[in-house]
């Protein structure tokens, strides 16, 4: 069974750094591209990335290119999305997907992750 | 970028109603085109892949359809359990983009 699992709700200040992951397991995850996806409160999806593990080959979306970075560690079967210095308007629910070769788009999501940012 | 609009915005129907949601993109994005059922305080699940390919497991009441611009969802027999907010999304080109979202609401 294919399973995403996300690391846990985060609580931060702005200007903190933070770094969530999203272990893939039930598959072979350094052949699946790894996306992720914004949900603001009461709001809707935004594609914010995805990264094939394999090669670390990433594509942004410009909303979001040099707000905040995608990596994946193939090794551990994980992939990451960070910030450098957070912003109150980061505060949402983050969701990790996989996008195997069969569908081409996201067929499997992780729990979510929520992330708040307050000071 | 390529911008994602669904009508309506919200619906309100009852059990046992077929329902029609539809999504338009603003430029050929072929048959690239999925649809996703959002329940609250959960993950989105897909539905539907390649405008019309429904995913392993979803019933077969729901229904995709369309090409280039225009793809309608159809749900038929409308569920308890199908009370969610549907979103589309295009993955022909980067930067995928969503819909805004149909929320179905129970009349």
């Known amino acids: 069974e294919v399973q995403l699992v996300q690391s846990g709700a985060e609580v931060k200040k702005p200007g903190e750094s933070l770094k969530i992951s999203c272990k893939g397991s039930?598959?072979?995850?350094?052949?699946?591209?790894i996306g992720w996806v914004r949900q603001m409160p009461g709001k809707g999806l935004e594609w914010m990335g995805i990264?094939?593990?394999?090669?670390?080959?990433?594509k942004y979306s410009p909303s979001f290119q040099g707000q905040v970075t995608i990596s994946a560690d193939e090794s551990i079967n994980t992939a990451y999305l960070q910030w450098s210095s957070l912003k109150a308007s980061d505060t949402a629910m983050y969701y990790c997907?996989?996008?195997?070769?069969?569908?081409?788009?996201?067929?499997?999501w992780g729990q979510g992750t929520l992330v708040t940012v307050s000071s | 970028d390529i911008q994602m609009t669904q009508s309506p915005s919200t619906l309100s129907a009852s059990v046992g109603d077929r329902v029609t949601i539809t999504c338009r993109a603003s430029?050929?994005?072929?048959?690239?085109l999925a649809w996703y059922q959002q329940k609250p305080g959960k993950a989105p699940k897909l539905l539907i892949y390649?405008?019309?390919s429904l995913e392993s497991g979803v019933p077969s009441r729901f229904s995709g359809s369309g090409s280039e611009t225009e793809f309608p969802l159809t749900i038929n027999s409308l569920q308890p359990d199908d009370f969610a907010t549907y979103y589309c999304?295009?993955?022909?080109?980067?930067?995928?983009?969503f819909g805004q979202g149909t929320k179905v609401e129970i009349k």
């Open positions: 997907a996989r996008r195997p070769a069969v569908t081409g788009t996201f067929d499997s």
């Open positions: 039930g598959y072979r995850f350094s052949t699946s591209w």
């Open positions: 990264i094939y593990p394999g090669d670390s080959d990433t």
């Open positions: 430029q050929s994005i072929s048959s690239w």
């Open positions: 390649q405008a019309s």
């Open positions: 999304q295009q993955y022909n080109s980067y930067p995928w983009t």
